[in-house]
């Protein structure tokens, strides 16, 4: 059987559908968390990184919990960090860390809502337990 014309029809307007959703630009928020991930995960590498230079693993922690309000001053700590600037991975990670603590200060500053001020909740993240079933 050959599709008719408005089956073809609905098909591709389904299609148009599925794709302008995929394409919706992102909110503030959302680039910050994708932002804050994209750090916590990338220092997470470098540190376990094989070819990781000794002053890495002198640096403080690296992670970011957005809705806490101490992550700005965390931020400004990681990128005023005097140290591995001859790392090439260290400075790239400082300049994405520049650029979220910028975007969530000038940018997202009406759309972030900091639900804590834990300090020390950035220094010993919680894991979520994931239970086995």
Do not use: G, W
């Not at 609905?10 to 148009?16: D, K």
């Not at 794709?19 to 540190?47: D, G, H, M, W």
């Not at 919990?65 to 001053?73: G, I, M, P, R, W």
């Not at 990670?93 to 200060?105: D, F, P, Q």
């Amino acid at each position: 059987k050959v599709p008719t014309a408005k089956m073809l029809l609905s098909l591709i307007a389904l299609l148009s559908s599925a794709l302008l959703a995929n394409s919706a630009p992102p909110t503030c928020y959302s680039r910050v968390l994708s932002l804050s991930k994209e750090i916590t995960e990338s220092f997470k590498e470098l540190q376990t990184s094989k070819a990781v230079d000794s002053c890495v693993m002198m640096m403080p922690r690296l992670h970011l919990d957005v809705h806490n309000y101490c992550v700005l001053a965390k931020l400004r700590d990681f990128v005023a960090y005097p140290t591995c600037d001859r790392v090439l991975e260290v400075s790239e990670l400082k300049e994405k860390a520049r650029s979220l603590y910028t975007i969530m200060i000038s940018y997202c500053r009406r759309d972030l809502v900091f639900l804590t001020d834990d300090c020390n909740a950035l220094e010993i993240p919680i894991v979520p337990h994931i239970e086995s079933s």
